[in-house]
């Protein structure tokens, strides 16, 4: 058990350097004046698994990247101007049974854990919005999308239990 547990934390950190990696020298590439030195090409080339970040490490540098607006609709008045001035297709991420109990108008039900199976149903071409309870899965989602090439999604962090403070009409299914 301990094994298979090593070995996904290893396998997440090789992902998220590479993720890192190739954020940072894109960021770097797209600067008008920049030109890489020697001993930035030589430091860029890794001569053992020491060299590599720690997971922590290399989480919060790419955190550093991350804007303060990162992807997120953040008020309730904003997502209902989303979804009518530019039709943002909803997606609540919650499960089945929480989507069936109450969700936004509109909105569609694919499960966080069933995403990467369902990206059939999530559009290129216009604004997409993902929701849950409280705003952890939706944030998952986001960033799961997002390593998948989906350029135009957001979060709702302020999520459905915002919707429902708000008084905002209530979908049941």
Known sequence: MKLKQSIKILLFEVILSFCL???????????????????MIESSVVSSVEDYPTLETAVEQYLKF????????SSVQELKDLMVNSQALLVDVR????????HIPNAIN????????????????RP???YCSTGYRSSMGVMTLHLLNYENVKGFPP???????????????
Not at 21 to 39: G, K, Y
Not at 95 to 102: A, D, F, L, N, V
């Open 95 to 102: 499960e089945p049974s929480e989507y069936k109990s109450g």
């Open 110 to 125: 694919i499960p966080l854990r069933r995403l990467s199976q369902n990206l059939d149903k999530i559009p290129c071409d």
């Open 21 to 39: 990696f190739f954020t940072i020298e894109s960021d770097l590439m797209a600067s008008e004046n920049f030109i890489p030195s020697n001993s």
């Open 66 to 73: 991350i804007p303060s607006d990162y992807y997120k609709v």
């Open 159 to 173: 999520s459905f239990r915002a919707w429902k403070n708000a008084q905002e009409a209530i979908a049941l299914k």
């Open 128 to 130: 997409v919005v993902l």
